[in-house]
T-cell receptor, first 106, second 113 residues
Framework: AQRVTQPEKLLSVFKGAPVELKCNYSYSGSPELFWYVQYSRQRLQLLLRHISRESIKGFTADLNKGETSFHLKKPFAQEEDSAMYYCALIMVELIWGLGTSLAVNP | DAGVIQSPRHEVTEMGQEVTLRCKPISGHNSLFWYRQTMMRGLELLIYFNNNVPIDDSGMPEDRFSAKMPNASFSTLKIQPSEPRDSAVYFC???????????FGPGTRLLVL
């Protein structure tokens, strides 16, 4: 079965510290992966997708097929990064992880 | 473009009442998705349409839930009768063609008392 796992429900870091939000997937084909972000009581927004290889708001994510991972990283967390982050795998529809709530403390 | 539009933004109703949630996808998008978000279960896909045709409704919890897409610019999700356990945020999203990026609406926050 295709599945996306985000092992941490909550991640708390201090401002300026590095952040890594973990995402592992299980998929037998060639995966296409996304990170979405949801700020408090707002809509989900696309943060980045692996095929574009962009850096959005200082975040990057590299697809590691050997480890079947797509971890989201940022070298220096900011308070405004506090949000819910969802990793998703595209098939016909998106397969979603349960999300990780990131809290960046001052 | 105003993005995906959902109405109402908030809905409070009593158990047993009918609830209708509305969604207007981004103009030109041909796929539309309905999601439910709760603290316990996260984001769940309820149903999605492609070119106004329901493709996969396996996520619809039970017969009390129904969704329609009468044209390319409008979809409804109906709950009848509603129950307290239906309380959640319901999101609509749309996408275009082979670009699988989904664009989300602001959600409808439903509370069933």
């Amino acid at each position: 079965a295709q599945r996306v796992t985000q092992p941490e429900k909550l991640l708390s870091v201090f401002k300026g510290a590095p952040v890594e939000l973990k995402c592992n997937y299980s998929y037998s084909g060639s995966p296409e992966l996304f990170w979405y972000v949801q700020y408090s009581r707002q809509r989900l927004q696309l943060l980045l997708r692996h095929i574009s290889r962009e850096s959005i708001k200082g975040f990057t994510a590299d697809l590691n097929k050997g480890e079947t991972s797509f971890h989201l990283k940022k070298p220096f967390a900011q308070e405004e990064d506090s949000a819910m982050y969802y990793c998703a795998l595209i098939m016909v529809e998106l397969i979603w992880g349960l999300g990780t709530s990131l809290a960046v403390n001052p | 473009d105003a993005g995906v539009i959902q109405s109402p933004r908030h809905e409070v109703t009593e158990m047993g009442q009918e609830v209708t949630l509305r969604c207007k996808p981004i103009s030109g998008h041909n796929s539309l998705f309905w999601y439910r978000q709760t603290m316990m279960r996260g984001l769940e896909l309820l149903i999605y349409f492609n070119n106004n045709v329901p493709i996969d409704d396996s996520g619809m919890p039970e017969d009390r839930f129904s969704a329609k897409m009468p044209n390319a610019s409008f979809s409804t999700l109906k709950i009848q009768p509603s129950e307290p356990r239906d309380s959640a945020v319901y999101f609509c999203a749309s996408s275009l063609g082979d670009d699988k990026t989904q664009y989300f609406g602001p959600g409808t926050r439903l509370l069933v008392l």
